[in-house]
Nanobody
Framework: QVQLVESGGKLVQAGDSLRLSCVAS????????MGWFRQGPGKEREFVAS????????KYADSVQGRFAISRDNAKKTLYLQMNRLKVEDTAVYYC??????????WGQGTTVTVSS
């Protein structure tokens, strides 16, 4: 099993920047696809960004393209999400996830980001 623990969420103001972290532990898989998802109040969980380890193959949701950046420190087994120019609509619980095969099989417990106007 893979354990994922997110951190870094907090209350910020619109326009601020914030960086989320996700530390992986337990069983490791080569070149996993890692990603970030979020679930806003009263909304479905949605994809935010993903990356294939050790590559520059990145994907972003249209709503965060140009504002958010996903990155990874393999030595620290940590995935990051740099969020810039935050908007009120970015308020959500942010989850880190890892793919196994074709499924997003492993999830963290989430970290809450609240953006005030």
């Amino acid at each position: 099993q893979v354990q994922l623990v997110e951190s870094g969420g907090k209350l910020v103001q619109a326009g601020d920047s914030l960086r989320l972290s996700c530390v992986a532990s337990g069983r490791t898989y080569s070149n996993p696809i890692m990603g970030w998802f979020r679930q806003g109040p009263g909304k479905e969980r949605e994809f935010v960004a993903s990356m294939l380890a050790n590559t520059n193959h990145l994907k972003y949701a249209d709503s965060v393209q140009g504002r958010f950046a996903i990155s990874r420190d393999n030595a620290k087994k940590t995935l990051y999400l740099q969020m810039n120019r935050l908007k009120v609509e970015d308020t959500a619980v942010y989850y880190c996830a890892q793919k196994y095969g074709s499924e997003w099989a492993f999830w963290g417990q989430g970290t809450t980001v609240t953006v005030s106007s």
